[in-house]
């Protein structure tokens, strides 16, 4: 049996993360700081699921997420450093609190956990997956910041595939394209038109179509199973195309 990490599984590309693991039997411990949604997750995933509630920009909370997989199931054999926050705004209207909240959940929170996991990876010789995003591979007008932090992200996996390789230990990114999440909801609500948003996202992709949840985490799923095991190092867009044009 194996035992995953996912941060950030309260909803959208997190908890289908959940899903698709559970689905392949995995014990995992699940992470979020909205409970109420994170209990929901958890009990679409069945038996040998652990919940822990918390900020993944506080560095116990990331500690605490290996410590109860090591204590509940013996080990760690895959984290899916998940959890981000997203932000349309120029950057002449972003302020001190964005940028930090930004880099905070995106790079930071991601870096605690790479942190708290290595040597509990190491002995498993298992991997880590970051969700970044297509905006750390293509730039995309009016959020800046966010395009900042899911490169720097792209740019850890890559760099820590290299320093963690003789350990056994696989790093990839993967780089969705306009997934239809709550969090893209969210970010919908900050434009002047939604709906037209929308609209435009789906057809901005040459599939035609928003992205999934679920090919996100499937995509998760592939890069830490045994099909993927010479694959370390790459930033795997799920982008319906976007980032071939």
């Known amino acids: 049996m194996s035992?995953?990490?996912v941060t950030g599984a309260a909803n959208g590309i997190g908890a289908a993360c959940a899903r698709a693991f559970a689905g392949a039997g995995w014990d995992l411990v699940l992470v979020d700081r909205d409970e109420g949604q994170?209990?929901?997750?958890?009990s679409a995933c069945g038996a040998g699921v652990e919940i822990l509630a918390g900020d993944v920009t506080d560095r116990s909370v990331n500690a605490a997420a290996v410590t109860r997989a090591e204590d509940r199931f013996g080990g760690v054999d895959a984290v899916v450093a998940n959890a981000g926050v997203n932000l349309a705004r120029s950057i002449d209207d972003t302020g001190d609190e964005d940028i930090e909240r930004l880099f905070a959940v995106n790079v930071r929170a991601v870096i605690y956990l790479a942190q708290a996991a290595h040597r509990a990876l190491s002995r498993t010789a298992g991997s880590l997956v970051i969700m970044a995003s297509k905006t750390g591979l293509?730039?995309?007008?009016?959020?800046p910041i966010y395009c900042a932090t899911k490169g720097a992200a792209i740019q850890l996996a890559?760099?820590?595939?290299?320093?963690w390789a003789p350990e056994g230990i696989r790093v990839n990114a993967v780089c969705p394209g306009i997934v239809?999440?709550?969090?893209?909801?969210?970010?919908?609500d900050q434009l002047p038109d939604p709906e037209r948003a929308r609209a435009e996202s789906a057809t901005a992709q040459p599939l035609g179509r928003l992205a999934r949840p679920e090919e996100c985490a499937a995509a998760a799923l592939f890069l830490v199973s045994e099909g993927a095991s010479f694959i370390?190092?790459?930033?795997?867009?799920?982008?319906?195309?976007?980032?071939a044009e």
Not at 138 to 143: E, F, H, L, M, T
């Open 3 to 5: 035992t995953g990490i």
């Open 38 to 42: 994170l209990v929901q997750a958890a």
């Open 138 to 143: 293509v730039a995309q007008r009016d959020s």
């Open 158 to 163: 890559r760099a820590l595939a290299l320093d």
């Open 180 to 188: 239809d999440t709550p969090m893209l909801e969210s970010f919908f």
């Open 232 to 243: 370390t190092g790459v930033a795997l867009p799920v982008d319906g195309g976007f980032t």
